[in-house]
């Protein structure tokens, strides 16, 4: 890949599975389950703005004992065309719940899948990190307007996943 990015650009950053890499743009996983900014059946691509991020997006779904022994890479893919990011605000929001974390709800993945309907990409505030924020890729409408610029293996600190006492 070519070389990493800069402060300067938008980017998305993604933590994935290894077995998973060849298809990391397709959406496919949340498509199939669901997600807090799509409703099951929509494909969407989950990413932050920064790899820090990123990666406590995944642990706290799968635990740092997962990112410690299941192989994963870390993507970034730059965004060409900032301009087709919209940027969604806690004031912009008719629930300010939405940004809590827990299950989402069917309104928030309804409004969510209106606005991956109208922009390719979507920054959102991180739950995980309130002064984080993540970004969402509808792949059908963001193709062609990205480009992979780091794929690389992923090795959690192993302070992370410490030995039980």
């Known amino acids: 890949m070519a070389g990493a990015s800069t402060s300067t650009e938008l980017c998305l950053w ?3 599975r290894k077995r998973h ?6 959406g496919i996983g949340a498509e199939l389950g669901g ?10 691509v989950y990413g932050s703005l920064d790899p820090s991020t990123a990666i406590l997006e995944v642990a706290a779904h799968k ?24 940027e969604v605000t806690a004031a912009s929001l008719p629930n300010p719940n939405w940004l809590v974390p827990g299950s989402p709800g069917q309104g928030q993945q309804a409004h969510g899948d209106k606005l991956l309907s109208q922009h ?17 890729m509808n ?5 062609g307007l990205f ?13 992370l996943n410490p030995p039980q006492s």
């Open 14 to 16: 993604r933590l994935e």
């Open 21 to 26: 890499v060849a298809t990391w743009d397709s």
């Open 35 to 44: 997600g807090r900014w799509n409703s099951k059946g929509r494909a969407a």
């Open 63 to 86: 635990g740092f004992k997962a990112l410690d022994t299941v192989p994963h890479v870390l993507l970034c893919a730059r965004i060409l065309d900032p301009s087709r990011v919209f």
């Open 120 to 136: 390719p990409f979507i920054i959102v505030p991180s739950t995980v990190s309130r002064y984080s924020r993540n970004i969402v």
């Open 139 to 143: 792949p059908v409408t963001a193709e």
């Open 147 to 159: 480009e992979l610029v780091i794929e690389e293996p992923f090795a959690l600190d192993t302070r």
